[in-house]
């Protein structure tokens, strides 16, 4: 009998402590590494995108070309993962995720007998929409003098992959070092600066927790389309539809609305669940219910296409020709 209770203390032990693992796990964000695009840009790793909704063409970070060229880069990222994986983060690799969707591209290419979808994306959402990483980690670095008296400068930025809005930031200079390794002296310049970085990414982690994640909804008017934000549908203005829909959905009914028109409409801070019906939730999700809901209650404006501007954005284009 003694035995059997004693067993039984073992697995309640077990099963409590595992429950406290789970939760704990809960608290920590997922991070991605990656090079910095001052750093990518000054190297030449870069390419010109043209977004696609707006026609703004900027200079982005090619992360492929980076790591066709730059030899330290898999190494330095590796022990940057290294630190925050032995502080419980779990992580998303940036090199993996692009080798993965450059083999979906090339069985898409056989499949189709052809090159495939044209990519309207930058290389940040297209990374980031495939790995869904919490937080994005950029890391800056310069090494300056001759050996061996070699020293790094560092920046660490923590960055919401959703909003990109920044959660943290650090940087730091290594001591003197006799190493050629740039990563091993970037490794040993973090370590000493890290704590503060670990505490602001536990603290922002706890309030999305509490408050929900951001993001960004944009709703505009096709040109053409035979109405506008102020008709009406079931009795009300269709912005006065959305902004109703928006207070009972929107998490604690936390929201901004932007300087909105007839044909546009703008909300920035709308709060979101992180984790809906068991399942990673974001800007997509929660305009996928929004287009549902509308297209239930207003059949007459039920001509939707939506289009997710990363994880934190969605656009709706109401009256828009959907193929």
């Not at 809960?26 to 991605?32: D, F």
């Not at 930058?122 to 980031?128: A, I, R």
């Not at 503060?196 to 053409?224: C, D």
Request: charged residues 25%; neutral net charge; contains cysteine.
């Amino acid at each position: 009998m003694k035995r059997i209770s004693f067993f039984i203390i073992l697995l309640i032990g077990f099963v409590s402590a595992s429950f406290q693992a789970v939760a704990q796990r809960a608290k920590v964000s997922s991070i991605m590494v990656f090079p910095h695009d001052q750093y990518c840009i000054a190297k030449g790793y870069s390419i010109d995108y043209k977004d696609p909704v707006s026609g703004v063409v900027s200079t982005v970070p090619d992360y492929n070309k980076a790591f066709q060229n730059d030899p330290d880069l898999i190494q330095v990222i590796a022990k940057i993962e290294g630190i925050f994986a032995d502080r419980g983060f779990p992580l998303e690799n940036l090199k993996a995720t692009l080798d993965g969707i450059k083999q979906d591209r090339a069985e898409e290419a056989v499949v189709l007998g052809k090159a495939g979808k044209t990519v309207d994306k930058s290389p940040y959402d297209e990374v980031t929409e495939t790995a869904r990483p919490d937080v994005a980690l950029y890391v800056l670095w310069d090494i300056t003098g001759q050996a061996p008296k070699r020293q790094i400068s560092f920046t660490l930025l923590a960055v919401d992959a959703y909003t990109k809005k920044t959660i943290a930031a650090k940087s730091g200079v290594g001591e003197p070092s006799l190493s050629n390794n740039t990563a091993a002296m970037l490794q040993e310049g973090v370590l000493t600066h890290i704590d503060n970085l670990i505490t602001s990414l536990t603290e922002y982690r706890e309030s999305i927790e509490t408050r929900g994640r951001e993001i960004v909804l944009r709703l505009r008017i096709a040109e053409g389309a035979g109405f506008d934000f102020e008709t009406e549908c079931n009795g009300k203005e269709l912005n006065d539809l959305i902004e109703d829909w928006l207070t009972a959905h929107a998490k604690g009914g936390e929201f901004k609305a932007g300087t909105n028109t007839e044909t546009r409409l703008q909300f920035t801070n709308v709060r979101i669940d992180l984790i809906k019906d068991e399942k990673a939730y974001d800007a997509k999700a929660f305009g996928k219910e929004l287009e549902k809901y509308l297209k239930t209650t207003c059949p007459a404006q039920a001509k939707i296409k939506l289009q997710a501007r990363g994880l934190g954005g969605v656009d709706l284009y109401l009256g828009a020709k959907t193929k």
